[in-house]
């Protein structure tokens, strides 16, 4: 199999599901149902995940609040798009 654009690769994920990392500390799993050449996605059956991260002044550890919603049909703008992947690695 060989691949001529980075796209290419994004091609096989059609109809699986897959997590996207996006800019503003977002996450998005769900089913790729379609993409184009400027990296938008329309994704299926989507959970996004808004991450929220905060420093206790008392301690200056991290806290992170995680905020969950679903969406049953989502288009995500490519210029937000930072990383699309399987969300589980596959074993053979």
């Known amino acids: 199999m060989t ?13 699986e599901e897959v997590l996207v990392k996006l800019r503003g500390n977002r996450e ?9 050449e400027h990296t ?19 301690t200056n550890e991290e806290i992170e609040e995680r905020t969950t919603r679903s969406i049953p049909s989502l288009f995500v ?9 399987p969300p589980k690695v596959k074993q053979m």
Request: proline share 4%.
């Open 77 to 85: 703008r490519g210029d937000l798009v930072i990383i699309i992947a």
């Open 40 to 58: 938008n996605l329309l994704i299926t059956k989507a959970k996004e995940t808004a991450i929220n991260v905060t420093v206790d002044p008392n």
């Open 28 to 36: 998005v799993q769900g089913i790729l149902t379609s993409y184009d």
């Open 3 to 15: 691949f001529n654009q980075p796209l290419d690769l994004v091609g096989l994920c059609l109809g």
